[in-house]
């Protein structure tokens, strides 16, 4: 009886419908979470599974010592969080949200104040790339030279694309491979004679002249369409390029690729085997496209991406021609990594399909990301950063699992930090004032007027 | 090409084709409520795949098993797959989309988001079982069962397409008879008002997730009978399947239906034609071609709508 009398006191009925669930309150819910982040920790950290039983990796990490410690860690971080405190919880999100506690945003305030100390900066920071790796050990020298700078390189082409035109490019190192194998054609590197034989140097215009095409022909249906098109598209051309690398035996060389391709020279010079020569050659190339770009950011091209990012409609609506420039991003980017595919080519002179493969796309994408979209500073830091990280960790982790840990980090850095390490900071106001629903911070949305 | 040949290669496409059409229909559905493409979906494929392998390995039929007995293992496969779709795209919707859709956060934003998630989870599940191709183990006899204009079907290919046909009628009935399927469908079209008219929208875009990771995962079962189970052999499929849901008209699910199919018959007939090797480039090139002539997809129709 009394049962009844409750379900007809409005005020117990009110309660019943308020009430929650014990699963669906938000601390037990947090609590599930944290223990499924601790489950997946302990997959990732487990031993390496092979395919004569492929339950033994899950059996390793499911019986042993790893799961107890990786989900105490997850349940001890919950239990922090919701029990130890305000002050912690507190302190770590004021700091958070004022962003300004971090190191590398007072350095970058710091500098902002101090124009001699910027230049200053920048000054050093040549001063050590001229000097400072002749006292690396051989093998760092290779890593720098083949990796960081050709990185670097093929970010700052992708930064214009991405960080300037706002528009996600996938196949990046597509136009990378079409350099490459443009420098081993126009060499007599591969199995088709080029009706002349050129000098690196003077490769390097033809190969450009050829990713500006590729980048156009590829650009002019899809930059019209949707901004996520060209993502699909732009990936599609990567596969195709590639399968035609590996495929076309008679041009391509196949997948045996090509071979002997000759060292740059000039004047009697020759850049031999040595790596010091190329790295200069880089830094070189490195420099003056980062001059020739800066111009290009704060001239009125570069005002018209950043108005096309924006608001996509109302640079069209104030004469901005949003798909030439659209073009143009996107050509200038593919010729960047067109000129880093022929210096590759010639420093390493060997390459097959192998060296291209979409995996290295993404990874330019990561270093633009993870430095900072938009920043020059912020790009060379990424591809630095990025590609001397999976060099140490081959240390410490599986080499296999390297790039586990690189898309993990890839998803962190998304949630917590989009604006990358060094933002610019036009483009870390335009991401929080697309938090604000104010523009759109990249020309992902429809188009305008390309609709047909 | 012989005509016999033609038609061999024809039924093997429309196989091919409705595997397509099933990934194509959880872009296409995740596209509709979130204007996003999941580029992670691939992954979802992937790990259906497992899922399926994992359970079949666990009870392991034994060398010919009775009729009855192969509808049991196929029906466990077939489920485990769906199992680890819904799981994995539940995870990511929560892990990798909702945190960014609470802040407004830019799409390019999502893109890379969902790249990275991609990244992480083929990597980590060819740490777990392997980076070698696995066999799916056979759940039944692989017998020819009736010959069709002198092409020989067989039961993997009845299987597939059968499962498959099921799965998008079955889909199909549900956007557009139940209660879900509304809210689905008013989310898509407009979510804010479908939010004031009382749509739970969190819910929605996570029931639709489930779906298309149900869908996605007993795809990836069934594409591992018909080949093998790989860590990363959701990619290709995948951006297939994309490509077949761009074809079609993204955020149309007859239209996902149709771009699937049409890319396998493509994908398929470029063998006898140009060879094995170049059967990838097939796919692309319509769709390049499509997206030149005809923007919005084939069924694609409203052009009105601003996302």
């Known amino acids: ?452 | 090409m012989s005509l016999n040949e033609f038609w061999d290669y024809l039924v093997l496409g429309v196989v091919l084709g409705s595997i397509y059409a099933v990934i194509a229909i959880g872009y296409t559905l995740v596209y509709g409520v979130l204007q996003l493409i999941n580029f992670a979906h691939s992954e979802v494929f992937m790990l259906g795949a497992y899922g399926g392998l994992i359970s079949l390995t666990i009870i392991a039929p034994g060398d010919s098993p009775s009729a009855l007995a192969s509808v049991g293992y196929v029906a466990l496969g077939l489920a485990a797959g769906g199992l680890f779709g819904a799981v994995t795209a539940y995870g990511l919707e929560k892990v990798a989309y909702r945190p960014l859709r609470r802040r407004g956060a830019p799409r390019l934003i999502f893109l890379i988001t969902a790249i990275g998630a991609s990244f992480f989870l083929y990597n980590l599940a060819g740490k777990l079982f392997g980076r070698d191709p696995l066999p799916m183990p056979d759940a039944y006899e692989n017998k020819k069962v009736f010959t069709l204009f002198g092409a020989d079907l067989n039961v993997t290919q009845l299987l597939l397409l059968g499962a498959a046909v099921v799965m998008m009628i079955g889909l199909d009935l549900m956007v557009n008879r139940t209660k879900l399927g509304s809210g689905i469908r008013a989310v898509s079209q407009d979510a804010e008002v479908a939010g004031l008219m009382g749509v739970d929208i969190d819910k929605v875009i996570s029931r639709t997730f489930v779906i298309g990771g149900v869908l996605g995962g007993a795809a990836g079962y069934l594409y591992g009978t018909f080949t093998q189970v790989k860590f990363d052999m959701g990619f290709i499929p995948g951006i297939t399947a994309f490509a077949a849901a761009v074809v079609g008209g993204i955020g149309n699910i007859r239209g996902a239906m149709l771009g699937g199919m049409m890319l396998g018959v493509v994908e398929t007939l470029t063998v006898p034609v140009f060879g094995g090797e170049w059967r990838h480039v097939g796919a692309f090139v319509v769709l390049i071609g499509v997206l030149m002539f005809r923007p919005t997809g084939i069924l694609g129709e409203r052009v009105g709508r601003t996302a």
Request: charged share 15%; aromatic share 10%; hydrophobic share 55%.
């Open chain 1, 1 to 452: 009886m009394s049962a009844d009398v409750s379900v007809k006191d409005p005020a117990a009925r009110a309660a019943r419908l308020r009430r929650v669930a014990w699963y669906q309150q938000p601390r037990v819910k947090r609590l599930g979470a944290m223990l499924a982040l601790g489950v997946v920790l302990t997959m990732m950290v487990g031993e390496q599974g092979n395919t004569r039983d492929i339950f033994y990796s899950l059996e390793t990490s499911f019986t042993g010592v790893n799961l107890w410690v990786c989900v105490g860690l997850a349940v001890a971080i919950w239990a922090v969080r919701e029990f130890a405190g305000a002050s912690v919880s507190k302190a770590a999100g004021s700091a958070v949200a004022a962003g300004r506690a971090l190191p590398v945003d007072r350095v970058r305030t710091l500098l902002r104040t101090q124009p001699k100390l910027k230049w200053a900066l920048v000054v050093a920071g040549l001063l050590l790339a001229l000097f400072a790796p002749y006292n690396l050990t051989g093998y760092w020298q290779t890593v720098l030279v083949d990796q960081v700078a050709t990185y670097a390189l093929l970010a700052i082409g992708l930064n214009v694309v991405i960080g300037w035109a706002g528009l996600l490019d996938l196949g990046f190192v597509a136009f990378f491979a079409v350099g490459a194998y443009s420098a081993a054609f126009w060499t007599g590197a591969l199995p088709v004679d080029p009706p002349v034989v050129l000098n690196n140097f003077l490769v390097i215009p033809v190969a450009v002249l050829t990713c500006l095409i590729a980048g156009v022909l590829l650009g002019a249906p899809t930059l019209r369409l949707r901004g996520d098109y060209l993502a699909i598209v732009t990936l599609g051309f990567h596969e195709i390029v590639y399968i035609v690398a590996k495929n076309a035996d008679g041009f391509t060389g196949g997948s045996a690729g090509a071979r002997q391709i000759p060292k740059f020279s000039a004047f009697g010079y020759e850049w031999g085997l040595e790596r010091m020569p190329y790295w200069y050659l880089l830094v070189t190339v490195i420099v003056v496209l980062i001059i020739v770009f800066v111009r290009l950011e704060h001239s009125r091209v570069g005002r018209a991406w950043t108005a096309i990012r924006e608001d996509e409609v109302a640079a069209a609506a104030n004469g901005v021609d949003t798909v030439r420039f659209k073009l143009m991003a996107f050509a200038i980017g593919a010729s960047t990594s067109g000129i880093a595919g022929v210096v590759y080519a010639s420093k390493v002179g060997y390459f097959n399909p192998e060296n291209f493969v979409i995996l290295n796309s993404i990874l330019v994408l990561a270093y633009v990301i993870f430095g900072g979209m938009g920043s020059i500073p912020g790009v060379l830091i990424g591809a630095a950063i990025l590609v001397w990280l999976p060099e140490v960790l081959r240390d410490y982790v599986d080499p296999s699992d390297r790039y586990m840990y690189l898309g993990a980090l890839l998803v962190v850095m998304m949630i917590y930090r989009p604006q990358g390490v060094w933002p610019s900071r036009r483009r870390q106001r335009e991401l929080k004032m697309a938090e604000e629903g104010l523009g759109d911070a990249d020309a992902m949305s429809e188009p305008v007027g390309g609709k047909v």
